[in-house]
């Protein structure tokens, strides 16, 4: 159903590009740039990662047979790397999935223009949003309804990501690294409840139980 694929959609975009931990990210590393300067690179970032994340939506069926890469594989690699991903939200660690490590933060410090590194990648089109694009569009069939649905879904969270750099300093001095934490760790156990899933279905649709039965047998 279309609104089964666009609340999956939705849910897993929003816990791999991850405005909340975005928003805290961000606002560290901008506090020193003018509002002009934090609007327009927060704009630049956003065009860069959607135009990476599209390329991925449009070409990722190709480059699974380019490397032989069967989808029920993909699912069960998409469910792992979300699943640790979604360990990472709820206990709030940090390993790189959804954002920068602490190296890649320590570098960005020093840097005067931050929209296509870290801001473009890895924060916004991050290795958790790449798989979650392959996975999603890939499953649905390319260029069919509801692939458009999964790709309207993540330009939604885009501009999301956008707004939500826009008013970076603000929403966070309002809701507090507290407010921040709750809104990560339920995000994180719904994207946990979604790469559980993934997994099941890769390892149903892989025919390996049925296999493992027979040899059994």
Known sequence: ???????????????????????????????????????????????????????????????????????????????????????????????????????????????QDISVFPLATPLLAGPGAISAVILLTTASGSFTFGWFVVVAALLAILLLCYAVMLVAIPIQRLLGLTGLAVVTRVVGVLLAALAVQFLLDGVKASGLVGAVLQAAG
């Open 1 to 111: 159903m279309p609104i089964d694929t666009l609340l999956l959609a939705l849910t897993t975009f929003f816990a791999t590009l991850g405005p909340a931990d975005l928003l805290v990210v961000y606002a560290a590393l901008t506090q020193k740039n003018t509002q002009a300067e934090r609007r327009a690179m927060a704009l630049r970032g956003t065009v860069v990662a959607a135009v990476i994340l599209l390329f991925f939506a449009v070409f990722g069926e190709v480059l699974l047979r380019l490397f032989g890469i069967t989808l029920p594989a993909l699912r069960i690699a998409g469910g792992i790397l979300l699943l640790l991903i979604s360990i990472d939200m709820v206990f709030a660690r940090h390993s790189g999935g959804t954002g920068t490590t602490p190296e890649e933060e320590n570098e960005a410090q020093g840097r």
